[in-house]
């Protein structure tokens, strides 16, 4: 099939290696702004340019991905759609929660399908978790705890445009407990503080959060998040039942080091970055991708799908903000 690639960034340019070692792929249609990003990925995979996502569409492409910046997912999502051509999109779906609603909209009466980028989904640690959840092995959940920490922060003219922690960062964390556990949230309480970069502060964020969310079976999911951990790149998960307990991320590349006598665990080098830690996973979701342009598989992750995780970002920040607990019904009628 003949895939075409919009933003050819660190993702974009990622996502044309990717695709370009997929046997699926026969050739690559790629478009940006900056036309030597645009040349140089062509150059490097074989691909040809398309000078803007107009001529990209016209190009015969079987389905589109999109890497472009945040500000442009909606109205390239929905050309897309119009176009009829299946479509692909890094997270998140807008901007804003009011604009996404509207690309649901948008393209909700439309057959063309359209996966939303959250890779955990396909992870063989967290597809396992959510085996073994699914089959009630671990028996009835109790617990689930959800990590994300980042070596480093961002540059501050990413935290500047990034709308918080919250929406940026735990909204991997907010989709995968809602994926492997199969519930809905309800209620969450959230609280941060700011004892690294000062920008982070200035920016109105926190760098470094917890929210416990209530979900609708009664479970308690405790999600930790912060831009500062300096052994590196920590995403892990705890799931706990009556029956059972199961870890996701608890291997010998794990970025904590154990202080017990005689303990050597973990004895790997520790992730340093996101790709690095979810590169496997990254190719799965592609592959995924193009079983949804071949029409053998629906999308694995809605727009629907990604806009419960943004609520759950909208709540939190809520709390965040006002220090109190926010029920998720009170953010989806703002």
């Given amino acids: 099939m003949r895939i075409g690639i919009l933003g050819l960034g660190r993702i974009g340019a990622f996502h044309a290696e990717t695709l370009s070692g997929l046997g699926a792929v026969e050739s690559l249609v790629v478009s940006d702004p900056f036309a030597d990003a645009a040349k140089a990925a062509a150059e490097r995979f074989g691909a040809e340019v398309a000078d803007s996502p107009e001529a990209l569409l016209a190009a015969g492409v079987d389905g589109v991905v999109v890497a472009a910046a945040t500000d442009a997912h909606p109205a390239l999502i929905v050309a897309c759609a119009e176009a009829g051509v299946p479509v692909f999109c890094e997270k998140p779906v807008a901007r804003t929660m009011a604009e996404g609603v509207e690309v649901l909209k948008a393209v909700g009466g439309r057959d063309v399908p359209v996966q939303i980028g959250f890779n955990r989904r396909f992870d063989a640690g967290f597809v396992a978790a959510r085996a073994a959840v699914r089959s009630g092995e671990l028996g009835t959940l109790h617990t689930v705890r959800s990590t994300t920490l980042d070596p480093a922060p961002p540059p501050a003219a990413y935290i500047a445009a990034s709308g918080g922690i919250f929406r940026d960062c735990s909204v991997h964390d907010f989709d995968i ?14 609280a941060g503080g700011n004892r690294g970069a000062g920008y982070i502060r200035e920016a109105g964020d926190a760098d470094t959060t917890g929210a416990v969310l209530t979900l609708d079976d009664g479970t308690l999911a405790v999600v930790s998040n912060s831009r500062h951990n300096a052994r ?23 970025p904590l080091r154990s202080v017990e006598p005689g303990v050597t665990f973990p004895a790997g080098t520790p992730h340093d970055f996101f790709m690095d830690r979810f590169a496997a996973a990254y190719r799965a979701e592609l592959t995924a991708f193009t079983e949804v342009v071949a029409g053998s598989r629906p999308s694995p992750c809605t727009i629907a799908d990604a806009l419960e995780a943004g609520w759950i970002a909208e709540a939190c920040t809520l709390s965040l903000h006002e220090h109190r607990p926010v029920v998720l019904e009170e953010v989806r009628q703002a």
């Fill in 177 to 190: 407990i809602r994926w492997v556990t199969g519930r809905e949230v309800t209620e969450v309480y959230a």
């Fill in 232 to 254: 590196g790149y920590d995403v892990r998960m705890e799931i706990h039942g009556f029956t059972d307990s199961i870890a996701v991320g608890l291997e010998d590349k794990l």
